[in-house]
């Protein structure tokens, strides 16, 4: 997959070569190109914003640099790709948005900074994303989350045929408790079942906790979570007040 960062602050992108990312990109599985588009102002002195017509405070990118920017991909690569404005009043981030950018073969992030962007910059962005109900200093950040998001589900980044398709939210559910060595530690057990080497009771006891978590953590996802009647019943007993 081939990746086009347009930003003011291209070093804020080091991260991005490290660990699982750093290692995807040395197996060409992922090109980043990271690109400050202050190359692409007309201005003399590289301004990139103004202020916003009609008044008010603070100061606008302006579209002619993006514009450009994205032609000069556009003329290097013409094929399809997903224009994506990290914007705090976009769609929102999540698993399922990750997992189908994942299948595309070209994919652009407009970052912008400051205390806005014009208008018609939303016009060249087919996508315009927000990664939760916060603002932040500039999209580079979110950018990011939502690059190393997507990266999980390209085949080969995760090691030893790990799966993003069975991590929290893949079915809806959060991902059931965890444990290593040693079989105690501190006064804590590991629960007896993951040590019965019965795969069965092993996979029902996952499958109970996944529900237990995601109705103590985030019920909301229960609402859309596909749950058969077993499930139903296991939530209900969870519902009722325990006895006394
Ligand atoms: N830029 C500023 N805040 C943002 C957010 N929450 N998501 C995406 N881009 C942003």
Redesign the pocket.
């Known amino acids: 997959m081939k990746i086009d960062i347009l930003t003011l602050f291209p070093n804020m992108f080091q991260a991005l070569n490290e660990s699982m990312l750093g290692k995807a990109q040395e197996k060409n599985l992922l090109q980043i190109n990271i690109c400050d588009f202050r190359q692409y102002s007309n201005d003399k002195h590289h301004h990139v914003d103004d202020t916003p017509y009609g008044g008010g405070a603070g100061m606008l990118l302006q579209p002619q640099p993006f514009y450009r920017a994205v032609d000069a991909i556009n003329q290097d690569d013409a094929g399809p790709k997903r224009v994506i404005l990290?914007?705090?009043a976009?769609q929102r981030f999540d698993q399922q948005l990750a997992q189908e950018l994942a299948q595309e073969q070209h994919l652009v992030f407009l970052c912008?900074h400051y205390e806005g962007f014009d208008y018609r910059i939303e016009q060249l962005a087919t996508d315009r994303?927000?990664?939760?109900d916060?603002?932040?200093t500039?999209?580079e950040m979110?950018a990011m989350m939502m690059i190393d998001a997507t990266a999980r589900f390209i085949p080969g980044v995760l090691g030893n045929g790990q799966s993003a398709y069975s991590d929290s939210f893949a079915q809806d559910l959060l991902e059931y408790p965890q444990y290593t060595r040693p079989a105690e530690y501190r006064g804590m057990k590991v629960p007896d079942v993951l040590l019965s080497g019965n795969h069965q009771k092993i996979a029902q006891w996952r499958h109970e906790q996944a529900l237990k978590r995601t109705w103590l953590q985030r019920p909301d996802l229960l609402a859309q979570a596909a749950l058969s009647s077993e499930d139903q019943q296991f939530l209900e007993k969870l519902n009722q007040p325990r006895q006394k």
């Open positions: 990290l914007d705090p976009g912008g994303v927000s990664i939760g916060f603002v932040l500039g999209g979110a």
